[in-house]
């Protein structure tokens, strides 16, 4: 009898020994399964585009192939909307001569965009100034760039104004000479662009494009985080140092500054945003942030409020879908209600 229960108590004592080693086994596997689940990795992938430094960072599956996509994409955006390049599609149009062109969708496209925020604005972002950006010897990086006379701006002027611009269609005529630049709207175009091809190749992949500051989200960090975006400072002596920052998980920014491309002459900067009424550079701003939902409206309206004013730009911005960060030439910082939002994690 009693040999019995030792028995009994034996082969109970084997079967929760047996109970604990497979908990222990199905523990060290879980941990193993969890620890192996590591976010995925980011690829990085530099290259200069638009005149100025693209960078993709991207974790997919397909990372490989979406880099490519949006590098060749860059590419085909920039040789067919650099207005200053002959071989470009707008190239062919500004030196139309006035007559009726006809023209693919994509340009229709940006066409309208550009026309709407012009109208928006009041012609505070105005895409037909190409001949003064020539004039100033804004056009390429090489071009000399000089001061011109008051005659020179004048005479220039008169080729200046988005309503000498005419659709019929998917025809364009161009009245008084003027030149179509788009310079201020393409470079958010082209994210947009690149960001909808990540998203195409692989719905899943997470990461941003940034195009000299300029950003757009692919999707969140690691799945789920916020991106960290600084806004540089205008004056600082690097891109690192920032005054400030943006916690994005999806959406846009855009960024326009007078450091960007400028010359000094007699202590004074001169540089690449105009003022299309004047004929020269803007003044009040030196740096202009926009939050959107697609950076071709960012880029837009970042270039718009360096003719806008602060006042204006604070309280109408956010009616036109952004919010604004913006630096006034005392280096004060101005912000709209809404920006608040993008300062904190989510
Ligand atoms: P960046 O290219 O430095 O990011 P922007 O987006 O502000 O800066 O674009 C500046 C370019 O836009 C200029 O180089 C010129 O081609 C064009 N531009 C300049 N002034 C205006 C304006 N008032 N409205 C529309 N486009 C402009
Ligand atoms: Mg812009």
């Avoid at 980011?42 to 430094?53: A, C, P």
């Avoid at 005419?166 to 393409?186: C, P, S």
């Avoid at 920014?253 to 000094?264: K, L, P």
């Amino acid at each position: 009898m009693r040999e019995k229960y030792s028995k009994e108590f034996i082969n109970q004592r084997k079967k929760s020994w047996y109970f604990t080693y497979g908990l222990i086994a199905i523990l060290i596997v879980i941990v193993f399964v969890v620890s192996f689940r590591r976010p995925p990795d980011y690829v990085v992938k530099d290259e200069i585009s638009l005149g100025t430094h693209v960078r993709v960072v991207v974790s997919s599956k397909y990372s490989g192939k979406i880099l490519d996509s949006i590098f060749r994409e860059f590419r085909r955006i920039d040789s067919k909307f650099n207005p200053y390049n002959p071989n470009s599609k707008i190239y062919r149009i500004n030196h139309s001569n006035g007559n009726w062109v006809e023209v693919d969708d994509e340009i229709l496209f940006i066409l309208k965009k550009s026309l709407y925020y012009a109208d928006l604005t009041g012609g505070a972002f105005d895409f037909t100034l190409g001949r003064l950006i020539k004039l100033w010897g804004f056009d390429s990086e090489n071009s000399e760039k000089r001061i011109p006379s008051s005659d020179e701006i004048n005479e220039t002027l008169k080729h200046i104004g988005y309503d000498k611009v005419e659709i019929d269609g998917n025809k364009v005529r161009l009245h008084d000479g003027v030149w179509l630049d788009f310079g201020a709207i393409v470079k958010g175009y082209a994210i947009d662009r690149a960001v909808q091809i990540a998203k195409k190749i692989d719905p899943k992949a997470t990461g941003f494009v940034d195009a000299g500051g300029d950003i757009g989200i692919i999707g969140p960090k690691f799945g789920g985080a916020d991106w960290i975006v600084g806004i540089r400072n205008p004056r600082g002596e690097s891109q690192q140092d920032t005054i400030g920052v943006i916690y994005l998980k999806e959406g846009a920014v855009a960024t326009s500054g007078d450091y960007e491309r400028f010359f000094i002459s007699n202590g004074k900067r001169y540089y690449h945003i105009f003022n299309p009424k004047t004929g020269y550079p803007a003044k009040g701003v030196i740096s202009a942030t926009v939050v959107a939902n697609s950076c071709l409206d960012a880029d837009a309206l970042a270039t718009a409020i360096f003719n806008l004013g602060i006042e204006y730009s604070l309280t109408y911005i956010p009616r036109y879908g952004g919010q604004a960060f913006i630096v006034d030439e005392n280096q004060k910082i101005h912000k709209t209600k809404g920006f608040l939002y993008f300062e904190q994690v989510h």
